[in-house]
């Protein structure tokens, strides 16, 4: 997984839906991105543009995701994560309604911390 995360450059975190339940690689829908994207758009007053460079590196993402057209795979997980980790905290931009939350867990959670080891058995 290491190198996967080396080929992708992402940072050393992974996403979980539920309490308990890991998932290494989940990340949001094409329309759950275009729907974080309108909402963070609308609320900075950033171009497209350069929220996808932000995000993932790649200026045309959400240009081509407004535009309802697909992206990478690797694109759309860079953005999960983005948004995940850079999302203003507080009343400064509520978090869509139409969105389910998926919950960051660092990766590199020490073993002797509550939990580690429930990461550890599910794969981690």
């Given at each position: 997984?290491?190198?996967?995360?080396?080929?992708?450059?992402?940072?050393?975190?992974?996403?979980?839906?539920?309490?308990?339940?890991?998932?290494?690689?989940?990340?949001?829908?094409?329309?759950?991105?275009?729907?974080?994207?309108?909402?963070?758009?609308?609320?900075?007053?950033?171009?497209?543009?350069?929220?996808?460079?932000?995000?993932?590196?790649?200026?045309?993402?959400?240009?081509?995701?407004?535009?309802?057209?697909?992206c990478k795979a690797s694109s759309a997980e860079a953005a999960s994560l983005?948004?995940?980790q850079n999302w203003p905290a507080g009343d400064l931009l509520r978090w869509p309604v139409e969105v389910r939350?998926?919950?960051?867990?660092?990766?590199?959670?020490?073993?002797?911390?509550?939990?580690?080891?429930?990461?550890?058995?599910?794969?981690?």
């Open positions: 997984m290491a190198r996967l995360r080396s080929i992708y450059k992402l940072p050393h975190a992974r996403l979980t839906g539920s309490p308990g339940v890991e998932y290494p690689w989940r990340m949001y829908s094409r329309r759950e991105l275009v729907i974080l994207a309108k909402a963070y758009l609308a609320a900075t007053g950033m171009a497209a543009s350069t929220l996808g460079t932000r995000a993932a590196g790649n200026d045309r993402l959400f240009i081509r995701l407004l535009e309802g057209r697909d983005w948004f995940e939350r998926l919950r960051l867990v660092a990766a590199n959670r020490r073993h002797d911390e509550p939990g580690a080891k429930a990461g550890m058995a599910a794969g981690a």
